[in-house]
């Protein structure tokens, strides 16, 4: 962050402060009030992070009215045309794109990280089948710190690069194992001479008595998917991740912290919701209807897949996943896919209902995610599970740019205190009946 060259002037019961306003490369300016407290003993309130930058970070920059997404500087849409996630993963994690000879040992490093412990496999069967496989993934995700003893040290550096490999090759195999078991199929192990993408769809979908051939166009989709939802600066999961890790917690019970945040209806499992929506309205003909419920406050009802904290234009997140979903389609040779024609009906009436114009409501990534996932056979309880699994290498990068920082220090939020005043201890025969 460059030096403070302006500042802000901020009068509290008479006594006058200079918040220095510090610049980052691109986006709001922010006033540094770190030293606040220290100087006039306030806090700042500010529940839901609305105004406040909670960390300096070099990796995701969102422009929410302009509708961009940057990882790295590079704009998102040419990274999921031109690019693929695994030197997606290496820009994150590393800061630049590899060269070609960087690009094989990282690669290889990913491939020949996808088995996990054998003894974790056994882990699952303590698990119901009928178990959400999020809840199977906090788990067992938080259950690798018993079993990778050897970079559990964050302030090691080696030991911190092979903890995040170690996630980021075997997410897709532990995501792959909690379908297989939730559906009662047995684990199918990883194939190293297949791409990350590739490799996971034959672990979800192939079985011992057939052989698998992995569909080039879904596999494309499917990385596609993966560097979409790869990292989104400061949300509520990667802020999750960062105050868990702020500790000094280990990586691997980090990243539980992240994947249990991100389950939740209004972040992860959202294109969950969405595709239930699209579902329950089921026929293009009754969105009148159902935009209207959504108008109303007083039903509680939300169109899920729309909005976001921070795109306030277009997600551009969503214009790339429409484009995807209907090329998966058209290979899976669906021509008619009545949730499809819900959701294109659905964006088509809400972007020119002045509710969600005045609002700024645009369809978000969750949009159109679940019914790509759906085509390609996965079972809604499964979203939010490839959520978490492509967002590993950004909640990974987030907690390795944090703990590199000679700054960091532990995170601990202050309040606006509106309970009792102090008193005093009434025994309980003094209490009433
Ligand atoms: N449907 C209908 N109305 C909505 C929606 C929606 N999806 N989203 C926001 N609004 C309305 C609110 O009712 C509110 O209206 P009001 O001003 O009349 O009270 C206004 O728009 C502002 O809404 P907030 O909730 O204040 O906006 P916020 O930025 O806090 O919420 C959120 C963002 C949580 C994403 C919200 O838009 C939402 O619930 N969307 C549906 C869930 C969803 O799709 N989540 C996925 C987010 S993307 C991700 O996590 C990958």
Not at 2 to 25: F, Q, Y
Not at 33 to 60: G, H, N, Q, R
Not at 74 to 102: H, K, N, R, V, W
Not at 117 to 136: I, K, N, S, Y
Request: aromatic letters at 10%; hydrophobic letters at 40%.
């Amino acid at each position: 962050m460059a030096d403070a060259v302006k500042s802000a002037t901020l009068k509290i019961d008479g006594t006058t402060l200079e918040l220095p306003i510090r610049s980052g490369t691109i986006g709001p300016d922010v006033v540094d009030i770190t030293k606040l407290y220290a100087s006039a003993k306030v806090f700042t309130y500010d529940p839901a992070f609305s105004s406040t930058a909670s960390c300096e970070s070099k990796i995701t920059y969102i422009d929410g009215d302009e509708g961009i997404l940057l990882y790295r500087g590079y704009p998102i849409e040419q990274l999921a045309e031109q690019g693929d996630f695994i030197e997606t993963c290496y820009l994150l994690y590393y800061g630049e794109l590899p060269t070609p000879s960087q690009r094989r040992v990282f690669e290889h490093a990913i491939t020949h990280h996808t088995m996990v412990h054998e003894q974790l496999t056994r882990f699952f069967q303590g698990f119901r089948r009928d178990a959400h496989p999020m809840a199977v993934m906090v788990a067992v995700i938080g259950a690798m710190s018993a079993f990778y003893h050897d970079s559990l040290d964050i302030n090691d550096a080696r030991q911190r690069e092979i903890a995040s490999h170690r996630m980021i090759a075997k997410l897709p195999t532990i995501a792959a194992m909690a379908f297989k078991y939730s559906i009662g199929q047995p684990f199918v192990y990883p194939k190293n001479d297949l791409s990350y993408a590739a490799n996971f769809l034959r672990m979800c979908f192939a079985v011992p008595c057939e052989d698998y051939v992995v569909n080039p166009v879904l596999a494309r989709a499917m990385d596609k998917i993966f560097i979409l939802h790869a990292d989104h600066e400061q949300n509520a999961s990667t802020s999750t991740v960062r105050l868990a890790g702020s500790s000094g917690a280990n990586p691997f019970a980090c990243i539980a912290a992240g994947i249990a945040c991100l389950w939740g209806p209004a972040h992860g499992g959202a294109n969950e919701a969405a595709l239930e929506m699209l579902a329950a309205i089921g026929d293009p003909g009754k969105v009148p209807d159902f935009i209207a419920k959504v108008k109303d406050k007083t039903s509680h009802h939300r169109l899920m897949g729309f909005g976001h904290r921070v795109y306030k234009n277009y997600d551009p997140r969503a214009k790339i996943m429409q484009k995807t979903a209907h090329e998966v389609l058209v290979e899976l040779g669906i021509n008619d896919d009545p949730l499809f024609d819900v959701a294109r009906e659905l964006e088509r009436a809400a972007l020119s209902d002045s509710y969600f114009i005045e609002r700024k409501l645009y369809p978000n990534v969750d949009f159109y995610s679940g019914i790509i996932l759906r085509a390609l056979g996965f079972p809604t309880s499964m979203f939010t599970v490839l959520f978490a699994l492509a967002r590993t290498v950004g909640w990974i990068s987030q907690w390795k740019e944090m703990i590199e920082d000679p700054n960091y220090k532990i995170g601990r939020p202050r309040q606006l205190y509106t309970g009792p005043a102090r008193r005093d201890y009434l025994p309980l025969s003094k209490r009433g009946k």
